[in-house]
């Protein structure tokens, strides 16, 4: 008897786990995202070792609209900095400058977000939501509809969204499933209008000066990263963004 008790205290104990590690498993009961670990986990084990970064790991994605880049950086769990892994292009854009408003305004969102979807099953191929919209977004929008459904994708066609094309986004879904499922349960994607260097700050308010407090606002986290190449710790209040 205490034998037992001892074994079911110990699997009570485990389970979080266990539960954690089948995310991946329920993952590969889909034929696209089986059909993507075949093609695409081999080469990205490789490259990993060639970057000399372990598993398990943590993901952090940055996106850039004028340059139309997503950049996947990574760190090994213990590891306090990031390093960029890859660089992917766009492969097609909607919207102009400046943050998302509205429902059916085409633009892509600016601010800070995480992975809160992963869809196996998307119209376009594989897809990964992106939080959109959070409390700073509500409170730019007003009685206006905010809009939502925002995600990385494949294809190649936006009213809103990142395309990376089929091929792409077979790298990008089996990054953040090995990344969730070793335990990252919120995986950063933080999309800005552009590299936001000094320079080009000023370049870009020259065409949109509408948009100097907002952008100003987002260009204390970009720093921040660029400087230290760690996650901002950050909070949202009254339409803003607060850094610690």
Sequence with gaps: MKVLVKLIFLLTMTTPAFAQADFKTEQLKFDRVSAAYEEKWNSLQEALRSAGIGRPFKLYMAAYKAEGKLELWLKTNG?????????????AQSGILGPKVKEGDLQTPEGYYYLNVFNPKSSFHLSLGISYPNQVD??????????????IHGNCVTVGCIPLTDDKIREVYVLAVEAKNAGQDQIPVHIFPFKMTAGNLNTYLKQFPAHRAFWTNLQTGYAYFEKNHMIPVLSEKSGRYLFK
């Excluded at 409170?139 to 206006?144: M, N, P, T, V, W």
């Design 138 to 151: 509500r409170f730019r929008s007003g009685k206006e509809k905010p809009g939502g459904e925002i995600y």
């Design 79 to 91: 590891q306090k900095t990031h390093q960029l892994f890859r660089t992917y292009n766009f492969c």
